[in-house]
């Protein structure tokens, strides 16, 4: 018989590592058997099971398509007499139904292809799963991607009928509440949601806005008062002289046992 190594505490980890692995896998394996393109198709189904985001005959923007499960997934939502048009730096195989372009969401040029797609048309629902790419770095990752989906907000926010819903992935960590701060004027209900298909319990969630309500719209847009939140946040971007070295005080949040918090 082997020592036994560790104790209580390894025992947990590797528990909670082989119980995580194992949810990945049947996600994976049931997006194969239901034809999705990738598992998180099934993320987009809880969060509309939750919320009902998504009307037969909506038109649809799917934000970081690629490879087009959630764009699979929205094409059946809409219905035939509804549209999804997503846009991803990845060129996506093409999804019948859908028209996906290959682009970067913050380039004019990508953002006037998919103005002239909406041809004056407003949309009813903006399903955002972006994320850019890991350095591994993950201060730094978090903050370029909640920067991100602050741009994508920005972006879209114009384009969003009155009454419309937004849903976007987040990573959790700093600035997250700063976030939901600026884009709450904007919807009457903002929700975050993990959907039991997240792959990393510990960091993705998504937030969930329904009812846009542009004419309560703050001037500055969610960027500038993001960045200010996050700015106050850290005692503001000057630089110090001779900058003492500090310990960051950056923690992974873990999941609440509650999987659905309302924002208040
Ligand atoms: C998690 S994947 C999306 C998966 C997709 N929802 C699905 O179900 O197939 C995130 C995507 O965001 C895209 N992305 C990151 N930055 C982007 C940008 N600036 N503009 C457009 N897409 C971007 C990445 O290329 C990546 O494909």
Redesign the pocket.
């Known amino acids: 018989m082997r020592a036994r190594q560790g104790g209580a505490f390894e025992d947990t980890l590797m528990a909670e590592h082989w119980v995580e692995n194992h949810k990945r896998d049947s996600w994976r394996k049931q997006a194969k058997a239901s034809g999705y393109?990738?598992r998180?198709?099934f993320k987009?189904k809880q969060i509309q099971e939750r919320f009902q985001l998504v009307r037969e005959g909506d038109f649809v923007l799917?934000?970081?398509?690629?490879?087009?499960?959630?764009?699979q997934v929205a094409v059946e939502l809409v219905g035939a007499k509804g549209r999804v048009v997503g846009?991803?730096?990845?060129p996506c195989a093409p999804v019948e139904g859908a028209i996906l372009l290959t682009?970067?969401?913050?380039e004019p040029i990508?953002q006037e292809r998919i103005l002239s797609e909406l041809d004056g048309e407003l949309l009813n629902v903006i399903v955002s799963?972006?994320?850019?790419?890991i350095t591994g770095k993950w201060d730094m990752d978090q903050s370029v991607a909640m920067t991100?989906v602050a741009d994508v907000f920005d972006f879209a926010l114009p384009l969003l009928t009155k009454g419309g819903g937004f849903t976007t992935?987040l990573f959790q960590g700093i600035g997250v509440e700063e976030l939901i701060t600026a884009v709450r004027p904007h919807f009457s209900s903002v929700r975050r949601y993990s959907p039991e298909a997240s792959r990393n319990s510990s960091s993705e969630v998504y937030l969930v806005c329904r009812h846009h309500t542009p004419w309560k719209a703050p001037k500055a847009s969610i960027r500038e008062r993001y960045e200010a939140g996050v700015n106050k946040l850290v005692g503001g971007d000057e630089i110090a002289d001779d900058p003492e070295p500090v310990a960051s005080s950056f923690r992974v949040r873990r999941k609440k046992s509650s999987e659905d918090l309302e924002e208040h």
């Not at 846009?87 to 990845?90: C, K």
């Not at 682009?103 to 913050?106: A, E, L, N, Q, R």
């Open positions: 393109r990738a998180s198709a987009l799917d934000v970081g398509c690629h490879p087009g499960g959630w764009a846009v991803d730096l990845m682009g970067d969401i913050t990508t799963d972006i994320s850019p790419d991100l992935k």
